[in-house]
């Protein structure tokens, strides 16, 4: 997990269209977050802000909570505190993120003794809590007094992708505000807008990435991540057995793991030198006394590959998702644009071999496998089983 509660310089740069510029889709969650903010509005201590992933719920709750801390009252962008909360340097702004399969009550404790804090220089004090969903019901408890009877300054944002993720006792005491799915044409203009990204490859990463703000910035900026996505909607299509179906399942399970593990060294090597530097330990021999906490340090980079694993192959369940909804909206004969325009040939021809029932079918199997996986499901099992269906259900 990491934590952002510093007083250290450092600042975003001042923005134009205030804080709200890169919360984009969401006109009616914004204005419920501004007429909050105002004077004459009603700030409650608790939120939980809710949406599909890659809508902006962090995005949308670090904007609010500039607004809160906004020397003009408005959210300007230009000003001290604006700049240094979204940058993540607000003395007064916690911001807590985990790639890990949840979050400890440990964590949550210290969560709760830093919003019992007043505020050292802003008007409140902010707890922002990414991933909400990841704790667990004993955490819950553990947060449960501080959302329930917060000191008067204190503000906490909860992000989820919805109220049903949140025990009931929590969700109950929080105003909810929910985020939509901004369309592909509004993403795309904020990566061209933000980003620099060229009209066409916005669009097309936009597209393919079906609101997801997150993805369609890596769609548009990582070279070949697109070539990837449509290489693989082209071997989904092409499935003939279930031979064919166990060895696409492998490969893709390998590759995430591959990319997981990458990623996860690279942070767990990270915190480690971290520790080692606060430790004052030079020659990297550890002492006694501080192995244990090395050794949790490398159960936590365990656990974070566990969790990138299933994030990844999330990702490619969303991307099988997307084909087969394309092959269903030809089954059926409707005028919407394809959101996998680059292999409509191979759409085209799926569709005249099968039915929309079959299809269905199919589209409900997806995301039974997202959620065998989710559920701890050995992942490998669960791809396996999925392509292998499809195969058999395209022939």
């Avoid at 700030?43 to 609010?64: C, D, E, V």
């Avoid at 990414?130 to 503000?155: Q, Y």
């Avoid at 004052?280 to 002492?287: H, R």
């Amino acid at each position: 997990m990491t934590a952002t509660d510093l007083g250290a310089p450092g600042s975003a740069p001042p923005r134009p269209g205030g804080v709200w510029a890169d919360v984009v889709g969401q006109t009616a969650a914004v204005a419920q977050f501004r007429r909050a903010a105002s004077p004459e509005g009603s700030l409650a201590q608790a939120w939980l802000i809710t949406g599909p992933p890659g809508s902006g719920r962090s995005t949308a709750a670090r904007a609010f909570a500039a607004t809160l801390q906004c020397e003009l009252g408005t959210g300007c962008g230009q000003c001290n505190a604006c700049r240094t909360t979204l940058a993540n340097t607000h003395p007064d702004v916690t911001v807590v993120a985990t790639d890990k399969l949840s979050i400890a009550k440990d964590e949550v404790r210290a969560l709760v003794m830093t919003a019992q804090r007043g505020p050292a220089t802003g008007r409140h004090r902010v707890v922002i809590v990414e991933d909400a969903d990841r704790m667990t019901a004993g955490t819950f408890n553990v947060l449960l007094k501080s959302i329930e009877e917060p000191p008067p300054s204190t503000v906490w944002m909860l992000c989820a992708p919805s109220a049903e993720d949140l025990a009931s006792t929590i969700r109950s005491r929080c105003r909810l505000v929910t985020l939509a799915v901004p369309s592909s044409a509004v993403v795309a203009e904020l990566l061209q807008r933000r980003d620099g990204v060229q009209e066409r490859l916005a669009l097309r990463a936009a597209r393919a990435a079906q609101g997801h703000i997150g993805l369609a910035l890596r769609y548009a900026t990582q070279p070949g991540a697109l070539e990837a996505r449509e290489d693989s909607a082209r071997t989904l299509l092409g499935l003939r057995g279930a031979g064919e179906a166990v060895l696409a399942a492998q490969a893709l399970v390998e590759r995430a793991t591959a990319e997981a593990k990458q990623h996860a060294d690279v942070v767990a090597a990270e915190e480690k030198a971290a520790f080692l530097r606060s430790a004052g330990i030079e020659d990297g021999k550890v002492p006694p006394s501080l192995r244990s906490q090395v050794k949790q340090l490398e159960e936590d980079a365990k656990r974070r590959q566990t969790r990138l694993v299933r994030d990844v192959l999330d990702r490619y369940l969303l991307d099988v998702h997307a084909v087969l909804r394309d092959v269903l909206s030809r089954q059926l004969g409707t005028a919407s644009e394809l959101v996998n325009i680059e292999v409509e040939d191979e759409i085209e021809q799926t569709a005249a071999r099968g039915s929309g029932h079959i299809t269905l079918g199919l589209l409900d199997a997806v995301q039974e496998a997202r959620t065998r996986i989710s559920g701890n499901v050995p992942p490998l099992l669960a791809i396996e089983a999925l392509l292998a269906r499809i195969a058999l259900a395209l022939r």
